[in-house]
Structures are given as C-alpha cells and as structure tokens.
Nanobody, 116 residues
Framework: QVQLVESGGGLVQPGGSLSLSCAASGRISRIHVMGWYRQAPGNQRELVASIHSDGRTTYADSVKGRFAISRDSAKNTVYLQMNSLKSEGTSVYYC??????????WGEGTLVTVSS
C-alpha cells in the first residue's frame, strides 16, 4: 500500500503562482513514476506533469514553460510549481504514484481555483 498526502491548493489570480506538494509513504518501490493529473468539471482527467524515479520529466503541452515538477527522493515528495496560471487551470489536481510492477495509487485531490 502507498499513501499520498497532497497539499497546496487554493485560490489564485490569473497570472499568479501556486505550488503543490505530494508526500508518499508506505511501500515505495525503487522504480516508479510520480505525477500530477487534473480534472475539471465535465472533463476527463489529464496528465499535467510527471517525474520518473530516474529524474526524467514529462509535461502536458499546455503547461510547458509555466509549470515545473521536481522531487525530493529522500522525503518521497514531489512538487509542482505552477506559474502564470490561467483560468483554464481551475481543476482538482490529483497526485499519482505508479510503480513498475504494481497497481497505481491516487491522492484525494486538491482544488486549484484560478480566478480574479
């Protein structure tokens, strides 16, 4: 079992910045991918950014150049720095932990609202 604890959501104005964090605990496999997905009302859940345990990162085209994902391996924590936020970024953001040979895990989600 893996537990994911997310923090950092909230209200931010368009053009502003916000940082999310996700701490993983439990059975953390050496090879895995951690990432952030988001889901707006009426939309499918979509990948925002992910980081492999070897450091490789992946970003959705819509956030490239504005968002940055990073990790603290010692703390099993992944961070998402979101800059230049747009109103379409309003979503529930979910942390995801995907090991190589086991089921994936999801956090409960944290709401990010981009509005003036």
């Amino acid at each position: 079992q893996v537990q994911l604890v997310e923090s950092g959501g909230g209200l931010v104005q368009p053009g502003g910045s916000l940082s999310l964090s996700c701490a993983a605990s439990g059975r953390i496999s050496r090879i895995h991918v951690m990432g952030w997905y988001r889901q707006a009302p009426g939309n499918q859940r979509e990948l925002v950014a992910s980081i492999h345990s070897d450091g490789r990162t992946t970003y959705a085209d819509s956030v490239k150049g504005r968002f940055a994902i990073s990790r603290d391996s010692a703390k099993n924590t992944v961070y998402l720095q979101m800059n230049s936020l747009k109103s379409e970024g309003t979503s529930v953001y979910y942390c995801n932990f995907r090991p190589l040979f086991d089921m994936e895990y999801w956090g409960e989600g944290t709401l990010v609202t981009v509005s003036s």
